[in-house]
Nanobody
Framework: QVQLVESGGGLVQAGGSLRLSCAASGLPFSSYSMGWFRQGPGKEREFVAAIIWRGIMTYYSDSAKGRFTISRDNAKNTVYLQMNRLTPEDTAVYYC????????????????WGQGTQVTVSS
């Protein structure tokens, strides 16, 4: 049974930082590319960042670029999202997901999803 479990969310003031983690089990983690998505209140779920299975290439949304960093540790079956300079617009439930497709920005190509972790940024 495949499980993706996110952690590290919480309440932070604007300008602060959080580090999200996503621990995977039940799948050959190093063979999957991993992505982070988010869904803010009243918004559709959107792409945030992705990292290919070998960790060589990373991709970011325009809003995440320069502030967020995605990384992975294949030995620990974990993917991370370091978020800096957070703003209230970053408030959302953050999800990690796994895919073997190349279209890393397309959420419909991800086959496994976590339950999400809430990030709330106060002004």
């Amino acid at each position: 049974q495949v499980q993706l479990v996110e952690s590290g969310g919480g309440l932070v003031q604007a300008g602060g930082s959080l580090r999200l983690s996503c621990a995977a089990s039940g799948l050959p983690f190093s063979s999957y590319s991993m992505g982070w998505f988010r869904q803010g209140p009243g918004k559709e779920r959107e792409f945030v960042a992705a990292i290919i299975w070998r960790g060589i290439m990373t991709y970011y949304s325009d809003s995440a670029k320069g502030r967020f960093t995605i990384s992975r540790d294949n030995a620990k079956n974990t993917v991370y999202l370091q978020m800096n300079r957070l703003t209230p617009e970053d408030t959302a439930v953050y999800y990690c997901a796994a895919t073997r497709r190349d279209t890393l920005r397309n959420q419909h190509d991800y086959v496994y999803w976590g339950q999400g972790t809430q990030v709330t940024v106060s002004s």
